[in-house]
């Protein structure tokens, strides 16, 4: 039976273990995911292999910041499998800013795009913030998820162009983009350790063994 789980928008299937939310595009999928009928809603599993928020989710993180009718900037869009299930969680009140500095990889965003009329998506580095400004307004959540080794530089400097004061910013942290050379627990800290100067860590999660060498931050801006 899939019920609502702790996370706001998600819901879960305790006897398996599964993640869900509604399908804001009922009858699509985004890749392969399976669709679930019941008591009249249609729901989409969320794979925790393939997504760094629902492993967070699944590793007990308590609350991801993400609202009903929120507007989110996500970094780090790629083809759109994450993106897709926040933008069942933002709903149709909501939008999804979806930046991505690949055009082949945008190219399969425009696809998830054309069934979510909540979705734009962005062609540009997270590391240029600049030139996007203009393309997009200020942001409820801000969510990284880019292979770059100033990860923590980067989510910075977007939260303070573009999050509103109070809002939640969600880092995935890739240790191996970072410094191959350290051990994962030591790049943790040490961005733990930036974010800290600037922001609210309310929660932080290893997501072994659904990613490795991967760690969630929440954040929230002072």
């Excluded at 100033?150 to 809002?167: E, P, R, S, T």
Aim: aromatic share 10%; net charge positive; proline share 4%.
């Amino acid at each position: 039976m899939i019920t609502p789980s702790s996370i706001f928008e998600v819901f879960q299937d305790k006897k398996d273990r599964k993640l869900y939310t509604k399908n804001l595009a009922p009858g699509k999928t985004v890749y392969t995911e399976t669709l679930v009928q019941e008591k009249g809603m249609e729901y989409r599993e969320w794979d925790p292999w393939k997504s760094k928020l629902a492993a967070a989710i699944l590793k007990n993180c308590q609350n991801v910041g993400i609202r009903n009718g929120d507007v989110v900037l996500y970094l780090g869009a790629a083809s759109g499998t994450t993106v897709s299930h926040i933008s069942d969680m933002v709903g149709k009140k909501g939008f999804v800013f979806a930046v991505e500095i690949s055009p082949s990889v945008v190219r399969d965003l425009v696809f998830v795009a054309e069934d979510r009329k909540n979705i734009a998506p962005i062609l540009a580095s997270a590391n240029r913030p600049l030139d996007y400004a203009g393309r997009i307004c200020q942001a409820d959540v801000v969510y990284q998820d880019i292979a770059q080794r100033d990860q923590a530089g980067i989510f910075l400097k977007n939260i303070h162009l573009f999050l509103k004061k109070g809002g939640y910013a969600l880092l995935a942290v890739k240790a191996r983009s970072v410094d191959v050379a350290k051990k994962p627990r030591q790049v943790f800290s040490e961005v733990r350790a930036q974010l800290e100067k600037e922001l609210i860590i309310t929660d932080y999660r290893v997501l072994e063994p659904f990613q490795k060498d991967h760690c969630m931050f929440v954040c929230k801006y002072k």
